[in-house]
């Protein structure tokens, strides 16, 4: 969330969100889109992504990925099936490092019951169904903000969305944003993340408000 360590090492799911169970392709409860707040990433763990971190980047929220879950928990890696190279170059720049086409496939993409190329539609789609405030799309400066208002803020400008449908987490012992989950059905129509889901993210960002640090 992001949570990447560094390009060779591709990212894991919130440490407290990882309770990955086997599945069958397309038997799921709905999806998350994963979006990272990558100025947080950048300042942690991706010191060394020159991919997503080089200075003068300016990225804000990023696609982590699309991730079918279970009502608690979710299924991981469901096939051995590769995504292929010239799917991949169908769309360009939807991670923000080309090491998650792989990553987010194989572990997420097999368990949805979509081809390759299917799913990296649908991650389009979804992650571009999302408009992003403007406070957020590459603001020079941090600023403070609480869950609430955040949720508020993006209700407005995605009259479709509900605050529901959105869990925030942070990173800092509560301190930073790091990512927010957007949920939707299989369908992809938005609907209310599971209980788990916002409850873990409650704990996540326990302090009456966090530090959304700024873009480079």
Known sequence: MNLEPNPSKPPAQNSELDIPTSGQPGQFDFYVVA????????????????????????LGFVLHGLW?????????NCST??????IKAKFPALYPNSKLYDHEWEKHGTCTGLTPEQYLAMSKRLKEAVIIPDAYRAPEQP???????????????????GESSLAIY????????????????????PLACSSEIQSRAARS????DFLVRNVR
């Open 35 to 58: 979006l990272s707040w990558s100025p947080d990433y950048c300042a942690t763990d991706g010191a060394n992504d020159a991919q997503q971190c080089s200075i003068g980047r300016k």
């Open 68 to 76: 079918p879950q279970y009502n608690r928990g979710y299924p991981s």
């Open 81 to 86: 099936a590769k995504m292929p190279n010239d």
């Open 143 to 161: 600023f403070r903000v609480t869950a609430a208002r955040l949720k508020q803020e993006f209700g407005a400008v995605n009259p479709g969305l």
């Open 170 to 189: 942070c990173s800092g012992s509560g301190r930073f944003l790091q990512e927010l989950f957007v949920c939707f059905s299989q369908e992809g129509k």
């Open 205 to 208: 960002c326990g302090s009456p």
